[in-house]
């Protein structure tokens, strides 16, 4: 059964910095792409961040590039470093891991939501002065 663990969110101010960290088991981390996702109250669920760890490919959207850096031990944990971290980032950040043994490596960045295979239970983000 594959499992994923979130942890490190928490109470910021604008400008600060967390790392969220996801704990996979159950699984091989180079047979998946794994993403973070956010919700912010009354939106949808979306991606932030991705990377494929067999291929060493990450992604990340516009609005947190150059802020935000999806990392891997290469073992079985994944990392979301988030710096100058502003009040729309406020969100529960999930960690979510998508099966992608089968594609030989087509396929691409970002992933959908609903093609995502297991999810962890989230962790709060709050940036707030």
């Known amino acids: 059964e594959v499992q994923l663990v979130e942890s490190g969110g928490g109470s910021v101010q604008p400008g600060g910095s967390l790392r969220l960290s996801c704990v996979a088991s159950?699984?091989?981390?180079?047979?998946?792409?794994i993403g973070w996702f956010r919700q912010a109250p009354g939106k949808q669920r979306t991606g932030v961040s991705f990377?494929?760890?067999?291929?060493?490919?990450t992604y990340h959207v516009d609005s947190v590039k150059g802020r935000f850096t999806i990392s891997s031990d290469n073992a079985d944990t994944v990392y979301l470093q988030m710096n100058s971290l502003k009040p729309e980032d406020t969100a529960v950040y999930y960690c979510?891991?998508?099966?992608?043994?089968?594609?030989?490596?087509?396929?691409?960045?970002?992933?959908?939501?609903?093609?995502?295979?297991?999810w962890g239970q989230g962790t709060q983000v709050t940036v707030s002065s």
């Open positions: 990377i494929s760890t067999s291929e060493g490919r």
């Open positions: 159950g699984l091989t981390l180079d047979d998946y792409a």
């Open positions: 979510a891991a998508e099966s992608v043994k089968t594609y030989n490596g087509n396929y691409y960045f970002p992933r959908n939501r609903w093609s995502m295979d297991a």
